[in-house]
Nanobody
Framework: QVQLVESGGGLVQAGGSLRLSCAASGRIFSNYAMGWFRQAPGKEREFVAGIIWSGGRTYYADSVKGRFTISRDNAKNTLYLQMNSLKPEDTALYYC?????????????????????WGQGTQVTVSS
């Protein structure tokens, strides 16, 4: 069993920054790819960023590329999402998710079926 707990969300002005964290229980965190997703009110959940087991390769949605950075610290069982130059359209509930394999490729990153554990989410609100 894996538990994922997100933190770091909050209210920030447009152009500001936040860093989200996702603390994972269990010893197997380092073996799996991880992802960040978000869901805005009235919208479907969407993929934001992903990182393979070693941290050696990352993947981003076009909407956040160049502004967000995903990273992980396997020694601390923690996943991060550094969000810079935030926009009002980034407002959403942000979730971390554990992949079912060590590496994902291309369109696999965005498929919910490629993830088997999800956190409860942390709210990010960006004011204009």
């Amino acid at each position: 069993q894996v538990q994922l707990v997100e933190s770091g969300g909050g209210l920030v002005q447009a152009g500001g920054s936040l860093r989200l964290s996702c603390a994972a229980s269990g010893r197997i965190f380092s073996n799996y790819a991880m992802g960040w997703f978000r869901q805005a009110p009235g919208k479907e959940r969407e993929f934001v960023a992903g990182i393979i087991w070693s941290g050696g390769r990352t993947y981003y949605a076009d909407s956040v590329k160049g502004r967000f950075t995903i990273s992980r610290d396997n020694a601390k069982n923690t996943l991060y999402l550094q969000m810079n130059s935030l926009k009002p359209e980034d407002t959403a509930l942000y979730y971390c998710a554990k992949g079912t394999s060590s590496s994902l490729y291309g369109s696999q990153w965005g498929r919910s079926t490629e993830y088997d554990y999800w956190g409860q989410g942390t709210q990010v609100t960006v004011s204009s």
